[in-house]
Nanobody
Framework: QLQLVESRGGLVQPGGSLRLSCVAS????????IGWFRQAPGKEREGVLC????????TYADSVKGRFTISRDNAENAIYLQMNGLKPEDTAVYYC????????????????WGQGTQVTVSS
């Protein structure tokens, strides 16, 4: 069974940091681009960051530039989202998703999705 599993999110104070992981089981991530998306209450799911199969990185959400980074470890079959300087507006359910080779900002173009993990930024 092909699965993506995100690590547990949590409650973080404003200005804090959190690292999310996305681990694949049942398939190798070597040929996939992995995107991180998020969905806040009452809003559409939006692309945050993506890393291609060759390691190229794309930022889709201007609000996270300089604060969030994405990385991959093919040996661990995992993708990581490092979030620094968290703000209350970063509160959302975060999802990782996989599609072959190239990144895309569009939800419909991803083939596999994780179950999502809640990140809440609040004092």
């Amino acid at each position: 069974q092909l699965q993506l599993v995100e690590s547990r999110g949590g409650l973080v104070q404003p200005g804090g940091s959190l690292r999310l992981s996305c681990v694949a089981s049942g398939f190798t991530l070597d040929y996939f681009a992995i995107g991180w998306f998020r969905q806040a209450p009452g809003k559409e799911r939006e692309g945050v960051l993506c890393i291609s199969r060759t390691g190229g990185k794309t930022t889709y959400a201007d609000s996270v530039k300089g604060r969030f980074t994405i990385s991959r470890d093919n040996a661990e079959n995992a993708i990581y989202l490092q979030m620094n300087g968290l703000k209350p507006e970063d509160t959302a359910v975060y999802y990782c998703a996989a599609r072959y080779y190239y990144c895309s900002a569009y939800v419909d173009e991803y083939d596999y999705w994780g179950q999502g993990t809640q990140v809440t930024v609040s004092s």
